[in-house]
Nanobody
Framework: VQLVESGGGSVQAGGSLALSCAAS????????MGWFRQAPGKEREGVAS????????DYADAVKGRFTISRDNAKNTAYFQMNSLKSEDTAKYYC????????????????WGQGTQVTVS
């Protein structure tokens, strides 16, 4: 499985960005997908995950109500809509497949994208 993120960039606080994660090499339909982020000097943290059916997504408390994860299995793509962005959301965002938990201590995803930078000023 290869994951390629797109859609990162720079935005002012309060703005929005939309990320996409396109998969190749294997269908995503059977895999739990997620988004993680890592800010400079900080550990990578889970932000959101979504199971195969797209039901009951899970979010980190820091982004609840502002970010939305979704997926289109037919297009082999996962999405991440980020609204009301804050400076503390600045980080490199990574798409992941075979997500076990938002807490990496409980298990790491099997597959990672290369990451896309999100900068909020």
């Amino acid at each position: 499985v290869q994951l390629v993120e797109s859609g990162g960039g720079s935005v002012q606080a309060g703005g929005s960005l939309a990320l996409s994660c396109a998969a190749s090499g294997h269908i995503l339909g059977s895999r739990c997908m997620g988004w993680f982020r890592q800010a400079p000097g900080k550990e990578r943290e889970g932000v959101a995950s979504i199971h195969t059916g797209g039901n009951s997504p899970d979010y980190a408390d820091a982004v609840k109500g502002r970010f939305t994860i979704s997926r289109d299995n037919a297009k082999n793509t996962a999405y991440f809509q980020m609204n009301s962005l804050k400076s503390e959301d600045t980080a490199k965002y990574y798409c992941a497949a075979d997500v076990r938990s938002l807490s990496l201590e409980l298990g790491r995803p099997n597959y990672w994208g290369q990451g896309t930078q999100v900068t909020v000023s």
